[in-house]
């Protein structure tokens, strides 16, 4: 499993057991959802922000004309943290020092998926075809992220675009947002299922990088009781690489059936 899965799994247990031993050894808090940070490639600063700040992931852009050397100097750069890549279409090896890569495109050949200790995330458009969108589940990919970046503000039209892509698939959830959520905010895209927040690095500071991460820890890790009915896996199961379809039952035959007129 991959440093960025393992955190996914640690966040949906909510506290962590410390090395130690006896009384002294307390549990960590974890905040339930993740903030992972996206900076340009080759932008040192950037990623000193993100080291500064202590956001759970970085994720660096390599999208368009982003050149090998700056990918791999911002990777060294983040050097403590784990680190993604986002390409346009997923290479077949991780970049050295990188745990994970974000893909964009649907024609990212399949071959580049493979292999066990990979750590695939894919940008899915909430507006994909209902045919479509209901076979994302059984893709070699493991986190899904949706983009609401060029949104000025949440709504509940952003939110109905989340719960659409969350209704098709079990796994986590990464929401790409255009500016730092609000605690109100958070606690809806919580109840929403989503996983993660990822924000754009290059209009943000320390502080309210920080103040983010704090008001994830201020987030209930139980469901709301509301939610409690509801058809929607808000603590997906990681690493699931394959879906397999519940096995149909056919049912039993009515004891009339075999009774005989006498």
């Known amino acids: 499993m991959g440093d960025l899965l393992d955190k996914f799994e640690r966040a949906s247990k909510g506290t962590v057991q410390p090395l130690g031993f006896g009384g002294a050894a307390k549990r960590e808090k974890v905040a339930?959802?993740?903030?992972?940070?996206?900076?340009?490639?080759?932008?040192?600063?950037?990623?000193?922000?993100?080291?500064?700040?202590?956001?759970?992931?970085?994720?660096?852009?390599?999208?368009?004309?982003?050149?090998?050397a700056d990918l791999d100097k911002s990777i060294k750069a983040a050097k403590g943290l784990i680190v993604g890549v986002w390409v346009d279409e997923a290479a077949e090896k991780d970049p050295a020092g990188a745990?994970?890569?974000?893909?964009?495109?649907?024609?990212?050949?399949?071959?580049?998926?493979?292999?066990?200790?990979?750590?695939?995330?894919?940008?899915?458009?909430?507006?994909?075809?209902d045919g479509l969108l209901k076979t994302i589940e059984h893709l070699p990919v493991d986190v899904f992220l949706v983009s609401l970046a060029d949104a000025d503000k949440l709504t509940v039209s952003q939110l109905m675009r989340l719960a659409r892509v969350r209704g098709a698939t079990s796994r986590w959830l990464l929401a790409h947002l255009g500016q730092l959520p609000t605690q109100a905010e958070l606690?809806?895209?919580?109840?929403?299922?989503?996983?993660?927040?990822?924000?754009?690095?290059?209009?943000?500071d320390a502080a309210g990088l920080k103040e983010c991460m704090a008001a994830l820890l201020e987030l209930p890790h139980d469901v709301p009781e509301r939610n409690k009915h509801r058809n929607v896996a808000t603590l997906p199961a990681a690493g699931l690489r394959s879906a397999t379809p519940a096995r149909r039952t056919e049912p039993?035959?009515?004891d009339d059936d075999d009774w005989e007129d006498d």
């Open 32 to 68: 339930p959802m993740l903030l992972l940070g996206v900076i340009d490639a080759g932008d040192d600063t950037q990623a000193k922000l993100a080291i500064d700040a202590g956001v759970d992931a970085v994720i660096v852009s390599g999208r368009g004309a982003a050149k090998k």
């Open 99 to 129: 745990d994970f890569q974000v893909f964009s495109s649907e024609a990212t050949p399949i071959g580049s998926l493979g292999g066990e200790n990979r750590t695939n995330v894919m940008q899915v458009v909430p507006e994909l075809e």
């Open 187 to 204: 606690e809806q895209l919580r109840e929403a299922g989503v996983s993660g927040i990822v924000v754009d690095l290059a209009s943000q």
């Open 252 to 254: 039993e035959p009515d």
